[in-house]
């Protein structure tokens, strides 16, 4: 099916910035694919989608700050994550529209 496999998480402060990686075992042309997280003693949502084509859509909360992007040839999705908030701190999961999961990534906003 092809597996998902995130990177990038950490620690970061309050009005900084985080990178995450979503990596692919196979191709993701055409594939919508997204970003969700799932903060402490919440449900998992959905915090930012891109399509084949590149169409986007984002939580309300992370528009502006938050940009999702990907790169067909790396079969790699982006989340760049700006001005991060408290309420950031989750672990943030990438997903196919092929149905799978990746494991993943810790991000702890704290100053």
């Known amino acids: 099916q092809g597996e998902l496999a995130e990177s990038g998480g950490g620690l970061v402060q309050p009005g900084g910035s985080l990178r995450l990686s979503c990596a692919a075992s196979r191709t993701i042309y055409g594939y919508y694919m997204t970003w969700h997280r799932q903060a402490p003693g919440k449900e998992r949502e959905l915090v930012a989608g891109i399509t084949g084509g590149g169409r986007t859509n984002y939580l309300d909360s992370v528009k502006g700050r938050f940009t999702i992007s990907r790169d067909n040839a790396k079969n790699t999705i982006y989340l760049q994550m700006n001005s991060v908030k408290y309420e950031g701190t989750a672990v943030y999961y990438c997903?196919?529209?092929?149905?799978?999961w990746g494991q993943g990534t810790q991000v702890t906003v704290s100053s």
């Open positions: 997903k196919s529209a092929w149905g799978s």
